[in-house]
């Protein structure tokens, strides 16, 4: 007689709810990240911005004039290239970006320029137009 002999023919036990799939049972062995989050806090402490720059007299009589010139032709709507700044929301700093588009008017009074494109840029975030 065999050593397993007396259990050879018992039918194996099926249990009464259906089974679990085997992507399910695998999933159970998934790796743990029990500091959910951290790379993306790394990630930020890493990310580098710039600080805004401040325009001197002269730069800010240029932009000034370039307004006024778009100001004279607001109703042809004219294409310009803006480079302006963008605050950073996380840190202190921020981003310059170049936007090309139609101007749709200019408020004076909170000092903002309004694109085609429904962006708001302030004037005293801009560094450069190009018409």
Sequence with gaps: MSRYEDIIGITHFEPKHPR?????????FAPY????????EIDEANRST??????????????NEQIKVIEKNI???PKVEI????????????D?????????RIDYV??????MDKTKI???DILNINI
């Design 110 to 115: 909170n000092r903002i320029i309004y694109l």
């Design 20 to 28: 679990m799939s085997m992507d399910a049972r695998g999933a159970q």
């Design 122 to 124: 302030k004037i005293d």
């Design 83 to 94: 480079t302006y700044f963008i605050k950073d929301s996380k840190k202190s700093g921020g």
């Design 75 to 77: 109703d042809k709507h």
């Design 33 to 40: 990240a029990a500091l959910t989050g951290y790379e993306d």
């Design 96 to 104: 310059y970006l170049t936007i090309i588009d139609n101007i749709k």
């Design 50 to 63: 710039l600080e805004k720059f401040q325009l001197d007299e002269e730069l800010s009589r240029e932009l």
